[in-house]
Structure formats: C-alpha cells, structure tokens
C-alpha cells in the first residue's frame, strides 16, 4: 500500500510542477482571483488561487493502473506543507505576491525499486536553493 500512495504522490508532484507556457501572474492576482483554502467545501465556479496554510494537513489520493497490475489501487494518505502556498495553474507563491513557476520554486527526486517485501518508491520534494 506505501508503494501506490508514494505512486500517486509522485505523480501529484509532476502535475504541480509540471511546465507552462504563460505569463507570470501579477502580484494583485489574490486581490482579482477568488481564493480557495484547500479543502473548503464552497462551489468554485470561475479561476481561483488554491491557499495551503503552513501546518494544515489535507488529503493526496494516490493511485496506481496500467497492463502491469491485475487491477487498479488506491489510498489517501494525510500531509502538511511547511510553508504557507498559493498554488495558481503552473505558479506558486509562498506570499501570494511573488509567482515563481512551481518547477522552479520545488526539487523533486524520485527513485524506486523491488526488494522481497515488494515495491519502494520514494519522492523528495525540497525547496529550491
């Protein structure tokens, strides 16, 4: 089961910190976009900014498919982020006033492998430098 919620996690991180090809947000974007507290239960219909405060814990869902599993997995599994995060399409901010291309403002360092009590993989996710 850690070996699906380290998948999901993975591939969490890859969709934040994937690559986009538009123009740094301005820093009023928080003053002209609705801004969501992850987790809220309020109906978002319109481009909003996603706001994770330091120390709140919210859900990942990890799953696993393909050909190579007899059927698909899935867990969720419960974190918190050190700093507060305004997440905005491809941008993050940890102030809601300076953007910074998600890719750029986090490291990711995956790795995996199989030993005789199955699958490991494990994502590191470090502040850039």
């Known amino acids: 089961m850690n070996l699906?919620?380290?998948?999901v996690f993975s591939l969490f991180?890859?969709?934040l910190v994937g690559c986009a090809s538009m123009d740094t947000?301005?820093?009023s974007l928080i003053d002209t976009k609705p801004v969501i507290i992850i987790g809220s239960t309020d109906v978002v219909t319109e481009d909003h900014v996603v706001y994770i405060p330091a120390g709140t814990k919210f859900p990942i869902e990890f799953s696993v498919e393909g050909?190579?599993?007899e059927e698909a997995a899935s867990s969720?599994?419960?974190?918190?982020?050190?700093?507060?995060?305004?997440?905005?399409?491809?941008?993050?901010?940890?102030?809601g006033k300076i953007w910074i291309k998600s890719h750029k403002l986090m490291d990711v360092e995956p790795s995996g492998?199989?030993?005789k009590s199955g699958g490991k993989v494990e994502v590191k996710l470090n502040f850039s430098q």
Do not use: R
């Open 113 to 115: 492998g199989f030993d």
């Open 76 to 95: 969720t599994v419960m974190v918190s982020f050190k700093n507060n995060m305004y997440l905005y399409k491809y941008w993050a901010s940890f102030d």
């Open 13 to 15: 991180i890859i969709v």
């Open 4 to 7: 699906i919620k380290i998948m």
């Open 67 to 69: 050909t190579v599993f």
């Open 25 to 27: 947000p301005s820093s």
